[in-house]
Nanobody
Framework: QAQLVESGGGLVQAGGSLRLSCAAF????????MGWYRQAPGKQRELVAG???????GYAESVKGRFTISRDNAKNTVFLQMDSLIPEDTAVYYC??????WGQGTQVTVSS
């Protein structure tokens, strides 16, 4: 049974940066599409960024140019580098592997 563990969230001022990590256990990520999602209070969960097994990336319009997703298959970990953060980025961020496996989430709070 695969397990995903996110880390790196926290409180940051607007304009700052955070780097989220998603470590996988019990399964290799190398053959899977990986994604980062977020859910703000009162809103639906939304896709932020994704990366295919070939390394092809895609981003939500709201984060293009500010966020970068990457993967290190040797470390079985996916990253989300978040720069130029704005208060609207405040949410719980979740990692997803393939179709069904989710992490527990990590809180990101951006103060104005």
């Amino acid at each position: 049974q695969a397990q995903l563990v996110e880390s790196g969230g926290g409180l940051v001022q607007a304009g700052g940066s955070l780097r989220l990590s998603c470590a996988a256990f019990g399964s290799r990520i190398s053959m899977s599409t990986m994604g980062w999602y977020r859910q703000a209070p009162g809103k639906q969960r939304e896709l932020v960024a994704g990366i295919s097994s070939e390394g092809i990336t895609g981003y939500a319009e709201s984060v293009k140019g500010r966020f970068t997703i990457s993967r290190d298959n040797a470390k079985n970990t996916v990253f989300l580098q978040m720069d130029s953060l704005i208060p609207e980025d405040t949410a719980v961020y979740y990692c997803k592997m393939g179709y069904y496996t989710w992490g527990q989430g990590t809180q990101v709070t951006v103060s104005s």
